[in-house]
């Protein structure tokens, strides 16, 4: 039971980059624009999936690293 569990945690990370990649691919190149009332909210949805996607890369590298260091081991 606990790998049906994985695969459709994968599978909702899979559809979760899809849309954040079609939402930001749209703002971009189509000139999509997301209005909340009269303000216009495009640059600051791009500015925090950029953000977003920045902090994760390094988070990773930072685990990575951790990893690294504390679980080497000589052989």
């Given at each position: 039971m606990p790998l049906i569990k994985y695969k459709l945690m994968g599978i909702g990370l899979i559809l979760?980059?899809?849309?954040v990649i079609y939402v930001s691919f749209s703002i971009f190149f189509l000139?999509?624009?997301?209005?909340?009332?009269?303000?216009?909210?495009?640059?600051?949805?791009?500015?925090?999936?950029n953000f977003t996607i920045i902090f994760l890369?390094?988070?990773?590298?930072?685990?990575?690293?951790?990893?690294?260091?504390?679980?080497?081991?000589?052989?």
């Amino acid at each position: 039971m606990p790998l049906i569990k994985y695969k459709l945690m994968g599978i909702g990370l899979i559809l979760l980059s899809a849309l954040v990649i079609y939402v930001s691919f749209s703002i971009f190149f189509l000139n999509l624009r997301i209005k909340l009332g009269g303000l216009d909210i495009s640059p600051i949805i791009i500015k925090i999936i950029n953000f977003t996607i920045i902090f994760l890369v390094f988070i990773y590298l930072a685990y990575v690293g951790y990893i690294m260091i504390f679980h080497a081991q000589e052989k």
